[in-house]
T-cell receptor, first 109, second 112 residues
Framework: RKEVEQDPGPFNVPEGATVAFNCTYSNSASQSFFWYRQDCRKEPKLLMSVYSSGNEDGRFTAQLNRASQYISLLIRDSKLSDSATYLCVVPSGTYKYIFGTGTRLKVLA | EAGVAQSPRYKIIEKRQSVAFWCNPISGHATLYWYQQILGQGPKLLIQFQNNGVVDDSQLPKDRFSAERLKGVDSTLKIQPAKLEDSAVYLC??????????FGQGTRLTVV
């Protein structure tokens, strides 16, 4: 299994839809995970952390499944402005983090 | 609060030429990262500094790439000589130590 793996997409969804992405990781000892958002031709920006108990921020929910070694990001009531690439970040050593290749989301009017 | 500053924003060079990128991290951030992002891929870590010491440079092509952070603040990344496959966006990021890294706008390098 790769250190971190994401479905590149694109996920094309209508406005208002709910969409979920998964990100699998190989290091079972990993503790901290993150989701970043990257708009076209822009730098990645931290979207949210992923805690063992899950994390919710408005329309966004991040969850961790340690048994199956994946993290997920759920977006409810999708907006056009949610169109972006979503990168998962997995720890790999002391203060070393690996980025996934990203999942591209297109929200359609 | 000022963000991570990078320059230049864009650079076009011929293969075999040299190029250097500069990064000024957020004030107080001890950890500085250089990433290479090729179109359609996620950022790939090239080198990580903790203050002015190298923590990880395992994926830095050391025959042509070099980086330094002499005073533990700003940093430069150099490529000499450049190859066509070095065309990418070079992102600098800084953090207080965790993955909550803040990125600069990047330098888009085109090698022709």
């Amino acid at each position: 299994r790769k250190e971190v793996e994401q479905d590149p997409g694109p996920f094309n969804v209508p406005e208002g839809a709910t969409v979920a992405f998964n990100c699998t990781y190989s290091n079972s000892a990993s503790q901290s995970f993150f989701w970043y958002r990257q708009d076209c031709r822009k730098e990645p920006k931290l979207l949210m952390s992923v805690y063992s108990s899950g994390n919710e921020d408005g329309r966004f929910t991040a969850q961790l499944n340690r048994a199956s070694q994946y993290i997920s990001l759920l977006i409810r009531d999708s907006k056009l402005s949610d169109s972006a690439t979503y990168l998962c970040v997995v720890p790999s050593g002391t203060y070393k983090y690996i980025f996934g290749t990203g999942t591209r989301l297109k929200v359609l009017a | 609060e000022a963000g991570v500053a990078q320059s230049p924003r864009y650079k076009i060079i011929e293969k075999r030429q040299s190029v250097a990128f500069w990064c000024n991290p957020i004030s107080g951030h001890a950890t500085l990262y250089w990433y290479q992002q090729i179109l359609g891929q996620g950022p790939k870590l090239l080198i990580q500094f903790q203050n002015n010491g190298v923590v990880d440079d395992s994926q830095l092509p050391k025959d042509r790439f070099s980086a330094e952070r002499l005073k533990g603040v700003d940093s430069t990344l150099k490529i000499q000589p450049a190859k066509l496959e070095d065309s990418a966006v070079y992102l600098c990021a800084s953090s207080l130590g965790g993955a909550k890294a803040f990125f600069g706008q990047g330098t888009r390098l085109t090698v022709v």
